[in-house]
């Protein structure tokens, strides 16, 4: 029995094993995922409420004279909202994973609050859901954003090869 060769096996084996290389596609990932947070990030930040001047919160222990008086300018909780890259051994296995929060360590933490606060309508007496309503409304057109940095990654990846 006779063996026949196809012309270009070996090249398409090569391609194939570079296409199923994790180190090959997860900078593609990582990538869109970013575009896509970076979308909702932008989003969030130009509907955030901004003071019409600077603000104050009382942030701390509760307790007789355990809180302190913090005081931003306007334009403070815009500014501390980030898109933040997941370490690959909190993903749970994705090649990629970014979230949009706000930055809440050291001096932003009473930031964070007041976010928090607004979010969920404690401060100013209304809730202000721009994280939430902001994300569900970018969801599909981030998604889709996504799909095309993944989709023209892989071609190229696939060309090179």
């Not at 990932?29 to 896509?36: L, N």
């Amino acid at each position: 029995m006779g063996k026949a060769k196809l012309k270009g096996m070996e090249q398409l084996k090569k391609k194939l094993k570079n296409m199923q290389d994790r180190k090959a596609i997860q900078p593609i990932a990582e990538h869109a995922t970013a575009m896509a947070a970076k979308l909702v990030r932008d989003e969030i930040k130009a509907k955030i409420y901004t003071a019409s001047g600077p603000w104050t919160v009382y942030y701390g222990a509760k307790g007789k004279g355990n809180r302190t008086k913090y005081t931003f300018p306007a334009g403070t909780v815009a500014a501390a909202i980030i898109m933040k890259n997941i370490p690959e051994m909190e993903r749970g296995g994705l090649l990629a994973k970014h979230i949009v929060t706000i930055r809440s360590s050291g001096d932003f933490a009473p930031v964070a609050r007041a976010a928090i606060l607004m979010e969920h309508g404690v401060m100013e007496g209304k809730t202000q859901p721009v994280f939430r309503n902001t994300f569900e409304a970018k969801q599909a057109e981030a998604q889709r954003e996504a799909e095309k940095i993944m989709e023209k990654g892989i071609a190229k990846l696939w060309n090179q090869s």
